[in-house]
């Protein structure tokens, strides 16, 4: 019998139930197989500790390790709510282990609560003896419990949850030797637990700090936008109502690229915010390049900036979707002729195409002779919602080409130095076009027979 065994309400010490206090791992029984199965369960959870990071995973095998080292027919992870101060399965290994998963109970409540409560190791070796034992669990479950051992599980200070294994083999008692070892355990769940708290507290301040940024600056973007439309639905409404039909063809213009902005803002966010599969089709980047040219050439020579094409020869069609890589390099392509527009002549942008055929790659690249991009900013650059643009853009551009190149298996990377301008290069890999089915010759010669002249 253990020195710390409760007294029965005769005042003769019963063996059937034990208390043990929280200690250290000490001595274990004197077998040696057992005490190398023992270490070898150690051994392996403390690996999992820093290998695995997945909880759930982490946990589930935790709790085997905690079964199978002390050969217990089952084991229960129980937590503790703080807001409702009850305790609940969080997971339950065994035949019937999930049906007592819709279990709650209060502080005090069976051997678990009582363990949580008075945040020390239970051991009871007869249950149907033990007043505190929770029946209702075994109800609801269809599970016997013979014996179990409860641990806390407790870090700095803090109660996480409870810890049991139950039903040891072959009828076997639980030893004080069985709950040192679920101890060591219980203390390695509640480390993971406690991390997987920390990480995901850090989170969601990560996430309201995020979500704080897109909301200023969207809204920032979103107004100047606003003011515009409003600005030209007045002046198409004036035209109206005066019969001004030259003021209406003035700022209707106005009103449809700010309707194409916000429909642009809005593309842009969906993309980001979904991963997707890319749609390939079979295109080509010199005509994808000359497609972008033809559209940004006359707007920016009003600017005094040149953008000019410099295309490799006998570039391969590849398959990539082609909408989506338009955008992805129509937007840099704006952002470069945006960065020379206040530079001293020559201002200058350029659109290339190039091709690796040893490492079977393709390229489009956007190059300008602006000012370059500081180191600092180059850090941050692809993170959404950061802009250089202030109110005048939504910092999501960059991010969503990044994004659609490495879904395509490919990346955007830059290259640049303050004073030098900046190299942006959308790299994907070359995918071979399937080749087309030769014509049916049967079928063409039967169609040419029925084309023939009758007689």
Known sequence: ??????????????????????AAFGAVENDPAHQRRILDALYRVSNLMAEVTDLKHLLHQI?????????AE???????????????????L?????????????????????CAKERRTIVVNDADRDQRHFKQADKVSQFVT?????APMIRNERLIGVLEVLNKFHGQPF???DARVLEFLADHAAIAIENAFLVEAKTRAERLAALGQAVASISHYVKNILAGSKGSASLIEYGLSSNNFDMVKQAWPILQRSTAKISSLVQDMLTYSKDREPELSRGNLNELAEDIHRMVEASAAESGVAVELQLAPDLPDSLFDV??????????VGNAIDAVREQPEPRKVIIASQFDPAASRIAL???????????AIQKKIFEPFFSTKGSKGTGLGLAVAQKVMREHGGDLLLDSREGEGARFTLVLPLREVPAEPPPDTEQADNASAEDAPQG
Not at 74 to 92: G, H, N, P, R, V
Not at 98 to 110: A, D, S
Not at 323 to 332: K, T
Not at 365 to 375: C, K, Y
Request: charged share 30%; hydrophobic share 35%.
């Open 1 to 22: 019998m253990s020195p710390s065994a409760e007294r029965s309400e005769s005042g003769e010490s019963s063996a059937a139930t034990a208390e043990v206090r929280p």
């Open 94 to 114: 065994g035949d019937r282990g999930e049906q007592v998963k819709v279990i709650r109970l209060k502080m005090g409540q069976g051997i678990a609560g009582t």
């Open 146 to 150: 013979r014996n179990l051992i409860a």
């Open 365 to 375: 690249v956007i190059q300008d002779n602006g000012p370059g991009i500081p180191e």
């Open 74 to 92: 089952a084991s229960s992870l129980i937590l503790y709510d703080e807001k409702t101060d009850e305790l609940y399965f969080d997971i339950a």
């Open 63 to 71: 709790m085997e390790e905690s079964k199978d080292v002390v050969g």
């Open 323 to 332: 909408n989506r890589l338009h955008d992805a390099a129509l937007n840099i």
């Open 175 to 177: 030893t004080d030797s």
